[in-house]
Antibody, heavy 124, light 108 residues
Framework: QVQLDQSGPRLVKPSETLSLTCAISGDNVSSDGVTWNWIRQSPSRGLEWLGWTYYRSKWYSDYAVSVRSRIIFDADTIKNQFSLHLKSVTPGDTAVYFC??????????????WGQGILVTVSS | EIVLTQSPGTLSVSPGERATLSCRASESVSTFIAWYQQKPGQAPRLLIYGAYSRATGIPDRFSGSGSGTDFTLTIRRLEPEDFAVYFCQQHGGSPPWTFGRGTKVEVK
């Protein structure tokens, strides 16, 4: 059974970088046929897909337009985890952040396994 | 990006009755619609993908239908654990993958 365990700070100051990590068990971050996604949820934006990263002989990432200029994903094959780094945060980035896996028994853009979610508050 | 509109915002249903939830896309998504259930403090749980395919372990009282722009999630004979918020998501074509704002199913 795949499990995703999220970690990271719950409070980030405005203009700083929000970094979260999703540790994977029951699968491998470089598995073929899967994608590793970040999704956030807030009352104002609802559920918002932030982007994905995946390995197909090399690493690929794609990001939502709303955050593309501020966001980077990376993956650590040794620790079997992937991370989100969102720069220059504002209070508008306050949300519950989820990591999620797409595929392989579903389409890669369908999310069957999710992390527990972390509420990140942006405030001074 | 594709906008998904869910209705109603809140649905009041008695246990044992049927619930019918709607999701409308701003343009055709073929049958690339998924449905999720979310309870307070939890991550969403995948119910349906490809408009009508049930995810592993999902009871057959959950069913999905539709194609193009109009989709329905039906829950027949609501159980106490089915009272939750339900989201649709489009998953075809290319990113971004978008979600509806949700329908809350509450006890009547």
């Amino acid at each position: 059974q795949v499990q995703l365990d999220q970690s990271g700070p719950r409070l980030v100051k405005p203009s700083e970088t929000l970094s979260l990590t999703c540790a994977i068990s029951g699968d491998n971050v470089s598995s073929d046929g899967v994608t590793w996604n970040w999704i956030r949820q807030s009352p104002s934006r609802g559920l918002e897909w932030l982007g994905w990263t995946y390995y197909r002989s090399k690493w690929y990432s794609d990001y939502a337009v709303s955050v593309r200029s501020r966001i980077i994903f990376d993956a650590d094959t040794i620790k079997n985890q992937f991370s989100l780094h969102l720069k220059s945060v504002t209070p508008g980035d306050t949300a519950v952040y989820f990591c999620a896996r797409g595929g392989p028994n579903t389409p890669v853009s369908v999310f069957q396994f999710w992390g527990q979610g972390i509420l990140v508050t942006v405030s001074s | 990006e594709i906008v998904l509109t869910q209705s109603p915002g809140t649905l009041s249903v008695s246990p044992g009755e049927r619930a019918t939830l709607s999701c409308r896309a701003s343009e055709s998504v073929s049958t690339f619609i998924a449905w999720y259930q979310q309870k307070p403090g939890q991550a969403p749980r995948l119910l349906i993908y490809g408009a009508y395919s049930r995810a592993t372990g999902i009871p057959d009282r959950f069913s999905g239908s539709g194609s193009g722009t109009d989709f329905t999630l039906t829950i027949r004979r609501l159980e106490p654990e089915d009272f939750a918020v339900y989201f649709c998501q489009q998953h075809g074509g290319s990113p971004p993958w978008t979600f509806g704002r949700g329908t809350k199913v509450e006890v009547k």
